[in-house]
């Protein structure tokens, strides 16, 4: 069982930055990879980000590639998505979760993850 809880969103200017937080609870934290996605009003849930147990994979998708960057710290049980040059499109309520052992399908597909945390809102002004 791994709890999570996602930090560090906010309402932030065209072109800056934010940096998002994960926490995780739960000595298996380790093991699971761990994504990130993104549901704007209206819109469907959509992958952003993907880092793997032990951080020597990533994966992006192409909106956000170059400007977001996950990282994970195992000892700390945390994941951390940053977020550079942010755009109005940008503006969503952000999910952690982490991936099933089991998984089939690609890390870009939410139903391949267990556990998901309850979302903090990032919120681009142009």
């Known amino acids: 069982q791994v709890q999570l809880v996602e930090s560090g969103g906010g309402l932030v200017q065209a072109g800056g930055s934010l940096r998002l937080s994960c926490e995780a609870s739960?000595?298996?934290?380790?093991?699971?990879?761990m994504g990130w996605f993104r549901q704007a009003p209206g819109k469907e849930r959509a992958f952003v980000a993907y880092?793997?147990?032990?951080?020597?994979?990533?994966n992006y998708a192409n909106s956000v590639k170059g400007r977001f960057t996950i990282s994970r710290d195992n000892v700390k049980n945390t994941v951390t998505l940053q977020m550079n040059s942010l755009k109005p499109e940008d503006t969503a309520v952000y999910y952690c979760?982490?991936?099933?052992?089991?998984?089939?399908?690609?890390?870009?597909?939410?139903?391949?993850?267990?556990?998901w945390g309850q979302g903090t809102q990032v919120t681009v002004s142009s």
């Open positions: 880092i793997t147990w032990n951080g020597d994979r990533t």
């Open positions: 979760a982490a991936r099933r052992s089991t998984a089939r399908l690609g890390d870009y597909v939410p139903s391949e993850y267990s556990y």
């Open positions: 739960g000595r298996t934290f380790s093991s699971y990879g």
